[in-house]
């Protein structure tokens, strides 16, 4: 039989037992391994395999889907079970179908609010925070704030980094194991490797660049610095990322450039969730076809 093991995401399976299905229906814990085994995502999907236990594999329904996806999580909103629920025990049923252990079906999303998006960090906010850090002398602080603000690096990877991984003569950053499972070139600007010049000193090659350990830390000091600035906190994804595909596209980076150069697979994810749009956006697009339309004359 095959098997796997969701918690270690290991799996197992006996070559001579791949048929195995042929003569009785394929369980939804069956289909769920055998999409294990084919490279499938385990997260989220220990609960949804308790469940459905021995259930048939076709003999689940849109319905059933919903259902479970209700009762698993019985008071998170229609936005956690959409994507912890209802999107891994779509893509089992889908490996199924392909499969051919059940028909085809489609299970409709949770109604979920669009959620309130994170104000990016504007320049201002950037300069007066690390003219605050760099007063109660943090400087490793305002180093890691704007290297996440200005190359779109996660918390987990300005954390991670270590000097061996920089090269301040060509000004990079090179980002080990991303959260896209591959390696990810950063570019550093002038501003950020003076600052990284500065902080090296005598560090060895191995040492963390920013000192930090944890990105808990980090989140607890820029709210401190925040407060001492007199300016809203923002925490490390939004004075990070979201503030890199704003400010990209602001400048006149096409969409396909900032992906690019931020590390992101999808368009549809940068637009949607990282890039926001300017106050007045009306205003600034009728000014430019204005523009536009007096340099035709």
């Avoid at 399976?13 to 085994?37: C, K, M, W």
């Avoid at 003569?169 to 550093?188: C, P, V």
């Avoid at 400010?247 to 931020?262: H, Q, S």
Wanted: charged share 25%; aromatic share 8%; proline share 5%.
């Amino acid at each position: 039989m095959a098997y796997a093991d969701v918690s270690s995401n290991r799996y197992v399976i006996n070559n001579d037992d791949r048929n195995s299905h042929a003569g009785a229906p394929v369980t939804f814990g069956q289909a769920a391994e055998s999409y294990l085994a084919s490279g499938g995502e385990a997260r989220y999907l220990t609960p949804i395999l308790t469940y459905f236990e021995g259930r048939p594999l076709a003999s689940i329904y849109p319905f059933d889907i919903r259902s479970m996806a209700e009762a698993v999580y019985p008071a998170h909103s229609n936005a956690t079970r959409n994507r912890q629920a209802i999107t891994p025990a779509r893509a089992v049923l889908m490996h199924g179908y392909e499969r051919g252990w059940c028909p085809l079906i489609r299970v409709k999303r949770f109604r979920a609010e669009r959620p309130n998006r994170p104000k990016p960090a504007s320049p201002v906010w950037l300069h007066t925070f690390a003219r605050q850090a760099d007063k109660d002398e943090l400087q490793h602080l305002s180093a890691i704030v704007l290297f996440m603000a200005q190359t779109g690096a996660r918390i987990s990877e300005a954390v991670a980094l270590c000097w061996s991984e920089v090269d301040l003569t060509a000004r990079t950053a090179l980002l080990l194991k991303t959260k896209t499972s591959t390696n990810s070139m950063r570019y550093l600007t002038d501003e950020l490797a003076g600052r990284l010049r500065d902080l090296r000193g005598t560090a060895r090659a191995q040492e963390r660049v920013f000192r930090y350990t944890s990105r808990h830390s980090v989140n607890e000091r820029i709210r401190a610095i925040c407060e001492r600035a007199g300016i809203p906190h923002k925490p490390p994804h939004t004075c990070g990322r979201h503030t890199f595909a704003t400010r990209a596209i602001e400048l006149g980076m096409d969409v396909r450039t900032a992906m690019a150069a931020g590390d992101w697979r999808s368009s549809s994810v940068l637009l949607e969730t990282y890039v926001h749009p300017r106050a007045n956006a009306g205003r600034i697009v009728a000014d430019r076809f204005a523009l536009d339309a007096l340099c035709e004359i």
